[in-house]
């Protein structure tokens, strides 16, 4: 069955560096997005991707925050200078785009900034 | 805005014993609902949806849920619990479209005891 997949499933990295996560979404699909959650707290949303363009976006997706689809298969968000406040799980996911309505999710990875 | 409620953090069963997670929502449109469930160090898995139509929905592994516009709830259910039910259960809304983003609620730790 075909899956959303992301790398690294944990990346430690110190304040003020960039970091890129990575996402590999199902290959027909045609929305993604990411999501983060902060240890103890809910699953929250950054933002959406069609068409090659950001389509919504949240609070949290700042300056900071980019997203990039640079070669038709991969699905990067960027940090460009990470905070300890941004350590979380982030979560890539994917959908279709029909009726389905289902969102599959990766397994996320865990970002720890020291 | 759109907002989900999951009252207890952690709900505990006996094996064999019902298992009920409460959902409430705030949506000012007609919602679309989603029970997720997120074993440890894994992704996000779709249990159950409501988009329209039967107000009861079945899911995978013995699950349901019913929406009740009046009560603003959509409950999640299995009759008898079974120690690989032990998860995180996350409840979500999302509007217009399976497109549009998902809104989580803080999420509910079940445990079930032999």
């Known amino acids: 069955e075909p899956e959303v997949t992301q790398t690294p499933s944990h990346q430690v990295t110190q304040m003020g560096q960039e970091v890129i996560l990575r996402c590999v979404p199902i290959?027909?699909?045609?929305?993604f997005y990411w999501y983060r959650q902060i240890l103890g707290q809910k699953v929250e949303f950054l933002v959406s991707?069609?068409?090659?363009?950001?389509?919504?976006k949240s609070e949290i997706f700042d300056d900071q925050f980019s997203v990039e689809r640079p070669d038709g298969s991969n699905f990067t968000l960027k940090i460009r200078s990470t905070k300890l406040e941004d350590s979380a799980m982030y979560f890539c996911a994917s959908t279709q785009g029909d009726t389905t309505y289902e969102q599959y999710f990766g397994p996320g990875t865990r970002l720890t900034v020291t | 805005a759109q907002s989900v409620t999951q009252l207890g953090s952690h709900v505990s069963v006996s094996e064999g014993a019902l298992v009920l997670l409460r959902c409430n929502y705030s949506?000012?449109?007609?919602?679309?609902l989603f029970w997720y469930v997120q074993y440890p160090n894994q992704g996000l898995q779709l249990l159950l949806k409501?988009?329209?139509?039967?107000?009861l929905v079945k899911g995978i592994n013995g699950f349901e849920a019913e929406f009740k516009k009046s009560e603003t709830s959509f409950h999640l259910t299995k009759p008898s619990a079974h120690m690989s039910d032990a998860a995180e259960y996350f409840c979500a809304v999302s509007h217009n479209s399976g497109n549009t983003p998902l809104v989580f609620g803080k999420g509910t730790r079940l445990s079930v005891i032999a």
């Open positions: 949506s000012s449109v007609p919602p679309y």
């Open positions: 991707f069609y068409n090659n363009e950001i389509s919504e």
């Open positions: 409501y988009t329209t139509g039967a107000t």
């Open positions: 290959s027909n699909h045609l929305y």
